[in-house]
DNA sequence: TAGAGTCGTTGATCTAGATCAAATTGGCAA
DNA sequence: TTGCCAATTTGATCTAGATCAACGACTCTA
């Protein structure tokens, strides 16, 4: 590699124009005039290490997130000191938008493995929004596309036996990866069992025991955090054909 | 009654600014001029029968609305072909503000009793909202308050009991109703005993056994759809300290 | 590289709340 | 009014999945 391509290399890494996940981040659908507006706004790259905090709640909302690497998990803490999680993060979804109702972080996110952001000032955001038509009708469309994914998992949460629950999960991940470039049946999972529980109403051994059975009837192959889907049918089939995206924070699409 | 009044009524209730609601619903902390601004493109009134739809999963995008009087519930309908009701909308709640994501609904809201509602155009809010900084910052605000509403929701749905999911749903309606005037500890609940199951994720059989033994620790009064509650403290102990606001539908305060 | 702590798995038991069943009440159409 | 249907209540039983318990496997630290 020439001294030329690695200087080609770093700039391509710093604008969204040239990011790989721009048709999945906020971006989408804007002109390329517009796009050097937002790009001007971004302060870029920022490196979380696993177990920190990107936000946390009651910190008062100054930007939101879009997630270059890596992923996190966002959750509320209940009465009883306890968490509830919300949603998993991955890259190219937008996080903190939580914030706008009271201008203050409603949850926490913390990060499952090392990962990278960008950071977007929010009332830079918000007071170009009013310039561009196109970016305010996208942020209109993430919140509202939030709304429903934690709708459809509250249906899953309120009616669906364990199984379901974890299938559709399962789905889900699978889903959201494979529209990130990764392969559709094969991944690691970046957080724990016990995350995974607390996300879907469950007990940690009910996920075990689920995930054993899913291997024994060649479902799955489950080796630690990697999970290789073998039959994505009959895994559709547990699910009731619907996938849960847990991912409380925004998707383009 | 004169003439004379009955005309002044009449122009009173055509009107965001004098309307009863004025403080609960969109217009709220919008200056007068954009206030009339407002006021133009808004539909006044109209009348819907109980169990009559006000939109449909699947309807495309015209409008949003603000409810006047009466009550709705929002569902999904999930694989199997069962509701899954998503929430409850009282007055001075904008509804239909979900199907931005996709430019159509993904619920359908059907009236609990006989209501009224203003309809809002959706484009015409949307470049309204392009032009009143306020209202477009008005806009995310109750957009990202639903989502928090919603994970309060999961929360609930995730980890608390049966006990816990009634009282705090219980304490939600009383506070929602107190803020529109009503008083906070005698209501009547438009939902059938059934809805608030089916929103709580339990059995009709759960609910009803609640409400009994609720009311022999004398803490409600229940008859048929008549709350009284009793003990306020008591029932907020129950609740664990949190009131769900199950609207799943944007509030503004 | 030993030791401690965390995470995951598997088995045994228990229980909150579902499901099934039946009676009661209320609302409403004819 | 009567009769029917839907909603609610109450009781009896059953079960999915929680909880408790014990152990094996990884991982991090020193």
């Known amino acids: 590699m020439t001294d030329n391509q690695i200087i080609k290399l770093s700039e391509l890494k ?51 997130y879009a997630i270059r690497s890596g992923s996190f998990k966002t959750y509320l803490i209940n009465t009883d000191g306890n968490e509830q999680i919300v949603g ?74 364990a199984e379901t629950r974890l299938a559709s999960f399962l789905l889900g991940m699978s889903e959201r990866l494979s529209k990130r470039g990764y392969a559709a049946n094969e991944f690691n999972l970046s957080m724990s069992r016990g995350d ?19 291997q024994e009837n060649s479902l799955l192959n489950v080796e630690r955090k990697h999970i290789t889907i073998l039959d994505m049918d009959k895994l559709r089939q547990l699910a009731n054909h619907s996938a849960v995206n847990c991912s409380n924070s925004s998707q383009v699409s």
């Open 14 to 64: 710093s604008h969204c124009q040239n990011c790989s996940l721009y048709d999945l981040c906020l971006p989408m659908g804007l002109k390329t005039g517009d796009l050097d507006s937002l790009d001007n706004v971004i302060k870029r790259r920022q490196s979380i290490n696993k177990n920190n905090f990107l936000f946390r709640l009651g910190d008062s909302l100054k930007s939101v």
């Open 88 to 161: 998993f993060s991955l890259p190219g979804e937008l996080l903190g938008m939580d914030a706008i109702g009271e201008n203050q972080h409603t949850c926490t996110a913390k990060a499952l493995e090392t990962s990278s952001v960008c950071e977007i000032p929010f009332d830079r955001l918000e007071s170009l929004a009013r310039d561009i038509p196109n970016l305010q009708h996208q942020l209109f469309r993430l919140l509202s596309k939030e709304i429903q994914q934690d709708q459809n998992l509250m249906l899953l949460l309120a009616q669906m036996p």
């Open 196 to 214: 995974i529980a607390n996300l879907l109403g469950m007990a940690v051994e009910t996920i075990s025991r689920l995930l054993s059975h899913f």
